[in-house]
């Protein structure tokens, strides 16, 4: 067990701490160029995801067990409360940790080019860092405390890079939206992390996650524990009803959306639930909860993309909705093969969201597809980028997202859980609306009637910064799924392999009944046909005149403008929520602050403020007076000590 | 008590040694180019020795104090603790003051031959078990300062620094030394050590004897002289100012701890027995002086004023630790070794961001010229954010444990009002701290605030800045590092 690098886990999380710390403090702001902090940024993230490497080798050659927990140093020690700062480096975290260096390196060398021009990429890099370190260290916790340090940490960043450009009204309110919705899935996790310490008396993992322990847990204890952790898991992977804050959140610069909106922060939720797969796995109605959340999240957002017209929103839903099927996943069991999806979905969704930003950059801005259209001729590598991105999302074989998503379809559909082929049905229907909606923004953007082809005109192609990160993404959107879980036969998938020693045997595992190959390819077979009818139906519609696509909306009616206007879920929340709490703060703010409190503190101040002045006429810098201070002085003491004979 | 008998040379071996680099320093200054390095040196050794002396005289767990030279030195940890806190202000003191000789180099001599002589003094006062020892070793810590306070020859402010100190000290003296000898004539002693132990002496401590009050109450001047306790405070913001920076530093930490050492040692050892006597004015001596110099505070407008009145609303807040002595001796003594050391650092280390600013402009530095120093110069505003920080006690720097620790040791012996009112203080207090950092990270510098020439290094003075801030933290995150040792300190005088 003596290997190399085994205790150096804290090296992972360190080099993006300390990029930040350079970028944010220890450079001279005359020295911020866009050369030096983006130097700084990338090769930590580069050294990072080395060391990730080298962690992830020296793990795969060790053949028997789990690696044990890191302890570095004793963190908290409190009566009860004992928690070291200790980091673990399991299948689990070493498979997150390796896609959010990969695809957090990828991203920052492209913020490289996306950033060129912006004012401020010193603060914008180290917020990149910061996030990074903080992500890692969720990651790698090896307890739920130091994983929430984490978490509230990847919340900050988020909040901070969602208002990157914080004169924009619009960014303030879209960060202030994210950070306070946020709160409300913390506050299940505080409390789920509560409960857990009152069950189990510990906040470790190898303490709350063996079976041992779990078996003498009460099941209501148990429900509510998985519950409440996956009310934080909603807030951060921003599924229903939580989902609002992510299509706000692309307020933020697009390598920001890629990075945290769409490949690693929004995970979180998901590797909080895979994580705590023991606990799930022993409660069956909290993994039922997260089935069929999953499966409506995944469904209602893919509605919604359908109708939506900004470019960036169109792939929040289209995240939130991925979200959903990962979820989905966990709730049947299928812990392996979430991951597989997270990982997969890293690849093809970054590169969905640099595409974008790389036609946002290529038109000037532009996110409205309408305007935009005819990317083709002009930006050749993005398109084609774009277009494997798309392929593989809508499911097409044998791309990265096929494989996943076909992974979790059969597992759903063999999962013993009562309803499995309402679930099943309901994952279909949202993998031919994904195909669609996809596809629907492919041709808008990219494509597009003669006019549109006319708009595209303009546009110019990125810079190779960027679309050389871009071209990686997308062969990984290709290779990634088959490379690490190939179907078939059953011993080649990596992932399955690579994980078997640490996976916590759940309901679908072990003696599973899979149907045999007869039921895989049949199911393949539904989810390819379904997947390729959504997309050539969708392309060549909305590749043609887009008076046609008006006209298809005017028919719809209501229908259609229900889904633009995003179920109005937004606007129930103003009038039910936001609009009592805003007036009750007025009211404390107004009346209570302003009138009552306000007013006792600024007289004291004032009080205090004319006593000083008082005081400092005093000090006349003459001798004298300070000499008689001191014999007044004197007499007082002799007069107060010697009161006794005196007085 | 044991007692050294004829081996009680070994008690004094950190004062000779520090004596006789403070000679080396003082006689070799004056050889010629040469000189100034010879003085540094010599006191750099000096300080080393000086505490390879003092770790060896620290006494293991569950010894008793030794007494020497017939009953006039006391041998403990208290003392040696403390001595080791006045080391580390002349450390500090020795760092700073290279960015001051760069420009005096012939006062090189002087400057490191009188600190170390004030640190001898300081130590002799931490030590003594008697009174006339203790108002010697007084001297010859005030003696140096007034000299060092008007180093700078040709600056009338330093001057009038000087001789305005030297003035009040010496009336200040005067009180100490008329109370000691009203104390000898009330126990016919000036062993401090008698009156601690001796039944019959117990008698003359009580509030009957005339002699004792008054004596009591000129010691009290005396030694409030010197921590800079209202009414007696007065010329601490002018000296501070007019003195050369690093001699500023310097006065801000040792000889105010060592005061505090003094006060403890015969307020709060001797005269316990007497506690009810004096508990109520200095308690009103803490809350004035925390009051006054806050108020006070709030108005400044130039740093080292600011950084003058903060270190008196600071000897208010140490007074608690005293005034909590006569319930927990060992407690209140460790709280307030710890509080010292705390001090000393975020003070040393202040002044020194204050010698750091004077290297780039003329005369007075404003609070007003510190905007914008977070963008100019991000890791001085940084060590200078957090030591503000630590000053007004904010977690988890050690300024808050400092005063978390003295808080509960007065709430333990009952002072509820008073922690109470330090309480509230703090809270003014923080106001003026943070506007320190206010200016430094959220005001843009104005045409009228930029420096007038560049930073020049001072390698020695940043090294202190970044050392005081560094250990600043380190304390905070791992109090038990000092307070540890603080505790086995307290422990011996039980």
Redesign the interface.
Known sequence: MDFLWTKHIWLIPFWPALGALANGVLIPRARKTLDVVSTVAIGSVAMSFLCTVFLTAELASLRIGNPAPVEYFRWIDAGDLRVPFALLFDPLSATMCLMVTGVGLLIHIYSMGYMAHDPDPGRFFTYLNLFMAMMLLLLLADSFLLMFVGWEGVGLCSYLLIGFWHRKESANRAGLKAFLVNRVGDAGFLMAMMLIFVTFGSLRFDEVLSNAAIRQASPTMLFAITALLFVGATGKSAQLPLHVWLPDAMEGPTPVSALIHAATMVTAGVYVVVRCAALYSAEGAASALVAWIGVITALLASLIALAQTDIKRVLAYSTISQLGYMFLACGVGAYVAAILHVVTHAFFKACLFLGAGSAMHGTGGQTDIRKMGGLAKTMPRTTVAFWIACLSIAGIAPLAGFVSKDEILHHVFVSTYAPARTLWTLAIITAFLTAVYMFRLFALTFHGDEQAMKRGAHAHESPSVMTIPLMMLAALAIVGGLALGLPYPPGLHLLNHFMRGWLIIGRHHGAEDTGGLGLALALAAIALAVAVSGAVLAFRFFRGPYRRVELLQRRLGFAYTLLSRKLYIDELYDIVIVGPAVGLSRLAADVTDTRGIDGIVHGAAAIAYRAGEGLRRLQTSHTRVYALAMLVGAVALVLYLARGMLF | MPDFGLLSPIAAMPMAILSVAALVALVGGTLGRRGPAIARISSMVGLALTAAGLASLWADRGSRALLAFTDTLVLDNFGVFASAAFLLGAVFAVLLGDAYLRDHARLAGEYHGLVLLATVGMIAMAMASDLVVAFLGLELLSIPLYILAGLSARDARSNEAS??YL??GA??SG?LLFGIALLFGATGTTLLSDMVGDPRLRMALS??N?YF??G???L??GI??KAGL???H??V??VYQGAPTPVSAFMATGPKAAAFVLLFRVFGQAFAGAAE??T??LWAMAVATMT?AN?????QTELKRLLAYSSISHAGTILLAVLAAPKDRAGSAQALLFYVVAYALMKAGAFGVVVWLQRQQEGDVSIASLRGLA?????MA?AMGVLMFSLAGVPPMAGFWAKAWVFSEALQAGFLGLTILAVINSV?AARYYLRVVVAMYMEEAGAADQPTAEPSGCPSAIAAIWLAAALTVLIGLVPGLVFVLGGQAGAMLR
């Open positions: 001789l305005k003035l009040l009336f200040g009180f509030p009957a005339l009050a008054a009591a109450a000129m009290l001047v409030g002289f209202v009414p007696f007065m010329w913001p002018d006597q004096w109520g004015i006054v108020l006070a505070a709030l108005r963008s100019r110069q991000p890791g940084l003014v």
